[in-house]
């Protein structure tokens, strides 16, 4: 932690955010640590934001990385709500199954039903999204998903981002090294190109 909840909300903060890496050494203290810090911060009447991430060489099987996995997110979403996180930041799902991987060769790690891998969910970004805000006690807390690292196709894949987190029933995309590693007008229109997609009224809930 930077600094306590209390020198926030004399700073005239209107939220607190944090980070947890789930699956990490450090990740059972964080937890901790950021549901009191949650919860005084309602009692002060901040809003709360909790990037639920899973960077972790555990995530990783047989050279596939599992730490965009639909199911290993929302799962780490579900707990980020449950600690009292009003807005969630999630990578945008890219693969599932991760649970599956994690449970090869007699380990044991967590629980979950293969209903989770064809019944209520598919392989589409849209559904596997739409998992990640399932698990967000059904939508009830916004997901926002994380607009990825810079590159040579920063509009598109903004754009797309976008898109799949709207139609999923997400609530926005931050794209902050996107649009801020790049000249003033460049990263002006990249912000209104994404702006555009959730104003657009013909881009609806699929």
Same mark, same amino acid.
């Given at each position: 932690m930077f600094a306590d909840v209390k020198q926030a909300w004399d700073m005239g903060a209107a939220a607190v955010g944090a980070t947890i890496y789930f699956g990490s050494n450090e990740s059972s203290r964080q937890i901790i640590e950021v549901s009191k810090a949650f919860k005084w911060a309602h009692e002060l009447g901040l809003a709360t934001i909790l990037w639920c991430y899973l960077r972790n060489p555990s995530f990783m099987v047989d050279g596939i990385d599992y730490h965009t996995s639909a199911d290993l997110t929302g799962q780490a979403n579900h707990i980020g709500v449950t600690i009292e996180a009003d807005i969630v930041k999630q990578k945008l799902p890219t693969i599932n199954a991760g649970y599956l991987a994690l449970n090869n060769s007699g380990v044991k790690y967590g629980k979950w039903n293969d209903k989770a891998y064809n019944d209520l969910c598919s392989d589409h970004p849209i559904d596997m999204t739409r998992f990640q805000i399932a698990n967000c006690y059904?939508?009830? *807390?916004?997901? *926002?998903?994380?607009? =990825?690292?810079? =590159?040579?196709d920063d509009f598109a894949q903004a754009v797309r981002t976008a898109v799949i987190n709207k139609r999923a029933g997400g609530v926005g995309l931050i794209s902050g090294r996107k649009a801020f590693q790049r000249p003033m007008d460049e990263g002006i229109q990249l912000l209104n190109a994404i702006q555009d997609v959730y104003l657009c009224d013909e881009i609806t809930i699929a």
């Amino acid at each position: 932690m930077f600094a306590d909840v209390k020198q926030a909300w004399d700073m005239g903060a209107a939220a607190v955010g944090a980070t947890i890496y789930f699956g990490s050494n450090e990740s059972s203290r964080q937890i901790i640590e950021v549901s009191k810090a949650f919860k005084w911060a309602h009692e002060l009447g901040l809003a709360t934001i909790l990037w639920c991430y899973l960077r972790n060489p555990s995530f990783m099987v047989d050279g596939i990385d599992y730490h965009t996995s639909a199911d290993l997110t929302g799962q780490a979403n579900h707990i980020g709500v449950t600690i009292e996180a009003d807005i969630v930041k999630q990578k945008l799902p890219t693969i599932n199954a991760g649970y599956l991987a994690l449970n090869n060769s007699g380990v044991k790690y967590g629980k979950w039903n293969d209903k989770a891998y064809n019944d209520l969910c598919s392989d589409h970004p849209i559904d596997m999204t739409r998992f990640q805000i399932a698990n967000c006690y059904m939508g009830r *807390i916004g997901l *926002i998903n994380s607009g =990825g690292p810079s =590159g040579d196709d920063d509009f598109a894949q903004a754009v797309r981002t976008a898109v799949i987190n709207k139609r999923a029933g997400g609530v926005g995309l931050i794209s902050g090294r996107k649009a801020f590693q790049r000249p003033m007008d460049e990263g002006i229109q990249l912000l209104n190109a994404i702006q555009d997609v959730y104003l657009c009224d013909e881009i609806t809930i699929a």
